[in-house]
């Protein structure tokens, strides 16, 4: 995957207008599903991500990795729809969890999807807590888990 070539694309580089003080705010772990790719932009972009193989969950249940997600205030960014079961993991109990389109949809929804999720997430990290957000290729936004206030 060519991150460097898609790093050019508008919607990352709109992005990188955020604050430094949001950034600073939100914190991410990067599920296996997304890989080092996203880590890697993210952390050139200024966020502070972890990826789940840094932190020691590469194979581990998907408990483990909302547990870990909560404890270190993190948003889980992920590719896998697993996480949007509410009868295994209730929103309420776990750390947020963003989905983002599965591989088959191309970089470009991916990048897409991953700059809809940092300008939401950029000035309101604290409203992603308990949450599962969905973001579909063209950007639109789904959200499970209660109301979301921009204030």
């Given at each position: 995957?060519?991150?460097?070539?898609?790093?050019?694309?508008?919607?990352?580089?709109?992005?990188?207008e955020?604050?430094?003080?949001?950034?600073?705010?939100?914190?991410?772990?990067?599920?296996?599903?997304?890989?080092?790719?996203?880590?890697?932009?993210?952390?050139?972009?200024?966020?502070?991500?972890?990826?789940?193989?840094?932190?020691?969950?590469?194979?581990?249940?998907?408990?483990?990795?909302?547990?870990?997600?909560?404890?270190?205030?993190?948003i889980?960014?992920?590719?896998?729809?697993?996480?949007?079961?509410?009868?295994?993991?209730?929103?309420?109990?776990?750390?947020?969890?963003?989905?983002?389109?599965?591989?088959?949809?191309?970089?470009?929804?991916?990048?897409?999807?991953?700059?809809?999720?940092?300008?939401?997430?950029?000035?309101?990290?604290?409203?992603?807590?308990?949450?599962?957000?969905?973001?579909?290729?063209?950007?639109?936004?789904?959200?499970?888990?209660?109301?979301?206030?921009?204030?």
């Open positions: 995957m060519g991150w460097g070539a898609l790093a050019d694309v508008s919607d990352i580089e709109t992005t990188r955020l604050s430094l003080e949001s950034q600073r705010r939100s914190r991410f772990l990067i599920d296996e599903s997304m890989g080092w790719e996203v880590t890697d932009l993210l952390r050139e972009m200024g966020w502070n991500a972890k990826c789940c193989s840094e932190a020691g969950l590469q194979g581990h249940a998907a408990e483990d990795i909302l547990t870990y997600a909560y404890k270190e205030s993190r889980l960014l992920t590719r896998n729809g697993q996480f949007l079961d509410e009868g295994k993991y209730p929103h309420y109990y776990y750390p947020g969890v963003v989905v983002l389109p599965p591989p088959g949809q191309g970089d470009k929804a991916l990048l897409r999807a991953l700059s809809v999720c940092l300008y939401l997430v950029g000035d309101f990290p604290e409203n992603y807590r308990g949450k599962k957000v969905t973001i579909s290729p063209d950007g639109t936004v789904s959200l499970l888990g209660g109301e979301f206030y921009l204030t």
